[in-house]
């Protein structure tokens, strides 16, 4: 009886395998990449202006002249798709920010104020929480109206006590350590305390919950934009974008599909991106 010999894998082979496995995380680390310099500087792939009106190019299909199409007013989507990079990412980043701030400051206040400032806290976050952030966003506008600043505004009002909660609960758990404990029977003043030894073990959870978030608070900015309730016309944002193209998907799909790809991979790429984040401070943690 012969024997059967299996030949293990060659080097190249690996290799391919590798690169077949990581192909996804390329394609969206490139995107992330594309998405920056589009936000920094978007002169360097296209000197045409995202408002500039062609009306004998309306609905052209995409081309080498035309990467993307052109909409229903002859304008060039992909410039269009490049310039709303700038402002749908900075309305997303401007949100989490602001929220994250002032969600920590009230969380803090919650944390180390006292049991009424504590109740009324947790009262007033549970009943915000209850409530979708998209749906609180859209109470909010309601209120305020549409716009750039409102939508901020709104978004911000949505996912603050999501922060605040987060804040709130890992201030607790410090406050009760026995190095804080510690210090204040050493007298370090109270301040001193919250600086050296709260705030440091507050920020980890915090960073890591807003990397993640970045990507859900683009989706909710273009979600109102989409809605009428962002930017107003002729602004080039990914969610009026949509809005726009909807009309057109059966004659030029191009200027609704082509905004859409863009953001579903630029998402897509941030939650990696905040995933593997989260993974590295999570090995470093173990080690």
Request: include cysteine; aromatic fraction near 6%; proline fraction near 6%.
């Amino acid at each position: 009886m012969t024997d059967v010999v299996v030949a293990s894998p060659t080097l190249p082979d690996r290799s391919v395998r590798r690169f077949v496995a990581g192909a996804p995380t390329i394609v969206l680390t490139g995107t992330l990449l594309l998405v920056v310099l589009a936000v920094t500087v978007p002169g360097i792939f296209t000197d045409v202006s995202p408002t500039a009106v062609d009306p004998s190019a309306a609905l052209a299909a995409p081309s080498g002249a035309h990467w993307f199409g052109t909409d229903q007013l002859g304008r060039d989507v992909f410039t269009r798709v490049l310039h709303g990079a700038r402002g749908s990412l900075l309305l997303g980043f401007g949100t989490v920010v602001l929220a994250v701030w002032i969600g920590s400051a009230l969380g803090l206040a919650a944390a180390l104020g006292g049991r009424l400032v504590d109740l009324v806290f947790t009262r007033v976050m549970a009943v915000m929480i209850a409530i979708p952030p998209l749906l609180l966003a859209l109470l909010v506008i309601a209120v305020l109206g549409p716009g750039s600043g409102r939508t901020m505004i709104a978004m911000v009002a949505a996912l603050t006590p999501l922060y605040g909660r987060l804040v709130r609960a890992e201030a607790m758990v410090a406050r009760r350590s026995g190095y804080v404990e510690a210090a204040r029977a050493l007298g370090v003043g109270r301040t001193a305390v919250v600086v050296r030894h709260v705030l440091p073990n507050v920020l980890g959870p915090t960073l890591a919950l807003a990397t993640v978030e970045v990507g859900s608070a683009i989706v909710y900015v273009a979600g109102l934009s989409f809605l009428g309730l962002g930017p107003r016309p002729p602004s080039p944002q990914w969610g009026l974008m949509l809005a726009e193209g909807r009309d057109y998907l059966r004659s030029a799909w191009w200027v609704g599909v082509c905004p859409g790809a863009v953001l579903a991979l630029t998402v897509l790429a941030f939650q990696a991106a905040a995933r593997r984040a989260q993974e590295r401070l999570a090995r470093r943690g173990a080690g």
